[in-house]
């Protein structure tokens, strides 16, 4: 199973790719110009979930891939891994928050799409 995602606001533009591995789930976020930024693995234990980070020196994509890894990892019940790099010149405060907020769209999409195909 391959699902492909894509929201937008103004100029900014944030994808989502996530792909079947085994059991676990891969998800790789990008915008703009597409790089490996931060990446976190998320666990799941029964009600709650944990995750472990990864951010590359001087990129901030770790609040993205620490979201994404637990929120998926708790609601599907499975090992999450998600990658994340988000990147456009000049990026204004109210456009890091759009693509903060169009990620965590994208992520509830999946996880609605795919907790719909487990039942």
């Given amino acids: 199973m391959e699902l ?13 790719k ?14 703009g110009n597409a790089h490996i930024g931060a990446a976190a693995v998320g666990i799941n234990y029964g009600a709650m979930a944990t995750s472990s980070v990864i951010t590359v020196p001087g990129h901030r994509e770790d609040r993205v891939v ?19 790099g988000i990147h456009y010149d000049k990026m ?9 907020r169009l990620s965590g769209e994208l992520v509830d999409a999946l996880a609605g799409e795919l907790c719909k195909r487990r039942s």
Avoid at 18 to 31: H, K, P, Q, S, Y
Avoid at 66 to 84: C, I, P
């Fill in 66 to 84: 620490k979201d994404a890894a637990e929120k998926l990892a708790k609601e599907l019940g499975r090992t999450v891994v998600v990658v994340a």
């Fill in 92 to 100: 204004s405060k109210e456009e890091i928050r759009d693509a903060l």
């Fill in 4 to 16: 492909v995602k894509s929201n937008s606001a103004g100029r900014i533009s944030v994808d989502l």
């Fill in 18 to 31: 996530a792909v079947e591995v085994g059991d676990g789930l891969l998800v790789v976020i990008t915008g």
